[in-house]
């Protein structure tokens, strides 16, 4: 069976058995589902058996904490290999083969299906969008009066939380998405944020877009205070917010072109900042006017 998703107006293609367990896994993306494929970015294939991958090549290893998923990089065949395990010290769960153009894909699941669904697609749907004026951004996004605000920081930093504040203390503030929102430059220059399947632990899946008002950098601290970045804190704070393999010189050369599109049109800022309703405040106030 073959189902096509749209996510900020890309569409692409899952393709797995009929009536297979996995398909209960999906409802997150039952929102994004499209009528017929039109233009897919990539077609991702659940397969019983991966091809012999036994003269494969390390490339890397990527993994931001003990917690947090293990993604190993190879070069197999003229192919990428991905090797995927859920922590740092677990064993590989999921495999992932794809063409060099992250078109068409094959992927294995040994561990937990919603994992191994929710990550293999949201590599793909990353790597796959990097030239196409698209950010897979790490960042919760909240809604008021028509426009969408992104608060990016490192993991813990606080960004949901600042979200929720927003949410509770200023009245007519709606949550968009709370993980893994995506910006996209569109054809007549402005930049939208689309809500996405991929929303961390908390289940918000908009099928929705919006322009965006600003980009707030976090940091926790003892006193609340903000400030307008420059164009070059503005695209140090983004680039690594979003998702990408930067040492592929065509993914990186199309991210770093997406990145500087983006802050050249929106005002990014960055919140030092209590997890009080006085730092929702001063971070609305200051990024609406």
């Known amino acids: 069976m073959k189902r096509v998703y749209q996510v900020a107006g890309h569409r692409f293609a899952v393709v797995m058995p009929d009536n297979h367990l996995a398909w209960n896994e999906m409802k997150p993306y039952e929102p994004f589902l499209a009528e017929n494929d039109g233009d897919?970015?990539?077609?991702?294939?659940?397969?019983?058996?991966?091809?012999?991958?036994?003269?494969?090549q390390k490339i890397t290893v990527n993994c931001d904490g003990a917690d947090m998923p293990r993604i190993e990089l190879y070069e197999c065949q003229g192919q990428w290999l991905l090797e995927i395990a859920p922590l740092l010290e677990a064993p590989v769960r999921v495999y992932l083969i794809t063409d060099k153009a992250f078109h068409t894909a094959k992927f294995r699941v040994l561990g937990s299906m919603r994992f191994s669904l929710g990550t293999v697609l949201m590599l793909m749907f990353a790597f796959a969008t990097a030239k196409k004026n698209?950010?897979?951004?790490?960042?919760?996004?909240?809604?008021?009066?028509?426009?969408a605000y992104l608060f990016l920081g490192k993991s813990g930093t606080g960004k949901s939380t600042h979200s929720q504040l927003w949410i509770n203390t200023i009245e007519g503030c709606e949550l968009l998405n709370d993980d893994n929102p995506v910006l996209r430059v569109m054809d007549d220059g402005s930049v939208r944020v689309f809500g996405s399947p991929w929303s961390g632990k908390t289940p918000c899946y908009h099928n929705s877009d919006y322009p965006v008002g600003a980009i707030?950098?976090?940091?926790?601290?003892?006193?609340?205070?903000?400030?307008?970045?420059?164009?070059?804190?503005?695209?140090?704070?983004?680039?690594?917010?979003?998702?990408?393999?930067?040492?592929?010189?065509?993914?990186?050369?199309?991210?770093?072109?997406?990145?500087?599109?983006?802050?050249g049109t929106v005002p990014c800022y960055s919140l030092d900042c209590l997890p009080n309703a006085d730092a929702a405040y001063l971070c609305y106030n200051t990024v609406t006017q």
């Open 134 to 147: 698209t950010l897979l951004m790490h960042s919760s996004v909240t809604v008021k009066d028509g426009k």
């Open 216 to 263: 707030v950098d976090l940091h926790q601290a003892k006193v609340n205070k903000i400030r307008r970045l420059s164009l070059l804190e503005a695209y140090v704070s983004m680039y690594v917010s979003f998702s990408g393999y930067r040492f592929i010189k065509e993914m990186a050369d199309g991210l770093h072109a997406t990145n500087e599109k983006i802050v």
């Open 40 to 56: 897919l970015i990539f077609t991702a294939e659940m397969v019983d058996v991966m091809p012999d991958t036994s003269d494969k």
